[in-house]
Nanobody, 126 residues
Framework: QVQLVESGGGLVQAGGSLRLSCAASGGTFSNYHMGWFRQAPGKEREFVAG????????SYADSVKGRFTISRVNAKNTAYLQMNSLKPEDTAVYYCAARLTAVAAVSTRPSSYDNWGQGTQVTVSS
């Protein structure tokens, strides 16, 4: 069972950038697909981006394509979400999630992920 801790959230103006980090411990990080999800007040948790075990395959929500980049460094047991050109509608609590799997495809469904971090708040002001 891997434990996940997010960091890097904060308050930023529209058009600005933030980089979120997700540090993993207690498991073999390279065995897990990693995903970033977000949840705004009154809304369901939604998929933002995902990356395969090796980092070769990635997937993005349409709303963040071209603005966000997911990456990972397995030697550091860390996944990242680089967020550029932020918009007020990106405001949410961002969660890191891990999925222990042997399949190649990156899932966009929250129910596919076994382990979750506590979340980090991202607020984008207009």
């Amino acid at each position: 069972q891997v434990q996940l801790v997010e960091s890097g959230g904060g308050l930023v103006q529209a058009g600005g950038s933030l980089r979120l980090s997700c540090a993993a411990s207690g498991g073999t990080f390279s065995n897990y697909h990693m995903g970033w999800f977000r949840q705004a007040p009154g809304k369901e948790r939604e998929f933002v981006a995902g990356i395969s075990r090796s980092g070769v395959s990635t997937s993005y929500a349409d709303s963040v394509k071209g603005r966000f980049t997911i990456s990972r460094v397995n030697a550091k047991n860390t996944a990242y979400l680089q967020m550029n050109s932020l918009k007020p509608e990106d405001t949410a609590v961002y969660y890191c999630a891990a999925r222990l799997t042997a399949v190649a495809a990156v899932s966009t469904r929250p129910s596919s992920y076994d382990n979750w971090g506590q979340g980090t708040q991202v607020t984008v002001s207009s």
